[in-house]
């Protein structure tokens, strides 16, 4: 399994960013592929999943209300939609993909993602 982010970037506060995983080496459709962001000095911190199947999706509490994680079945590819960025939003973003979680489960601790992609900055300014 590869994955392989980009979108990050330079946005000022306000501002929409949508970032980019595309998924290959395996098919998807029993997938939950992850965001997770991690900013310097600090955890690395879950954002928002989808399971590939059933498009059912789970946010943090911090993103809620102001990201989406839409999917495109034909690119393999799942998006990280995020408005109305805030400068704690800024950090280096990584998607996941975990093909162990039975059907009814959505996880959203790291460990539990198998497949890592190289995250890509997101620098949001005030």
């Known amino acids: 399994v590869q994955l392989q982010a980009s979108g990050g970037g330079l946005v000022q506060a306000g501002g929409s960013l949508r970032l980019s995983c595309a998924a290959s080496g395996r098919t998807f459709s029993r997938y939950v592929m992850g965001w997770f962001r991690q900013a310097p000095g600090k955890e690395r911190e879950f954002v928002a999943a989808i399971k590939w199947r059933s498009s059912t999706t789970v946010y943090a509490d911090s993103v809620k209300g102001r990201s989406t994680i839409p999917r495109d079945n034909a690119k393999n590819t799942v998006y990280l939609q995020m408005n109305s960025l805030k400068p704690e939003d800024t950090a280096v973003y990584y998607c996941?993909?975990?093909?162990?979680?039975?059907?009814?489960?959505?996880?959203?601790?790291?460990?539990?993602?198998?497949?890592w992609g190289q995250g890509t900055e997101v620098t949001v300014s005030s």
């Open positions: 996941a993909a975990d093909s162990t979680s039975i059907l009814s489960y959505t996880p959203i601790a790291s460990t539990e993602y198998q497949y």
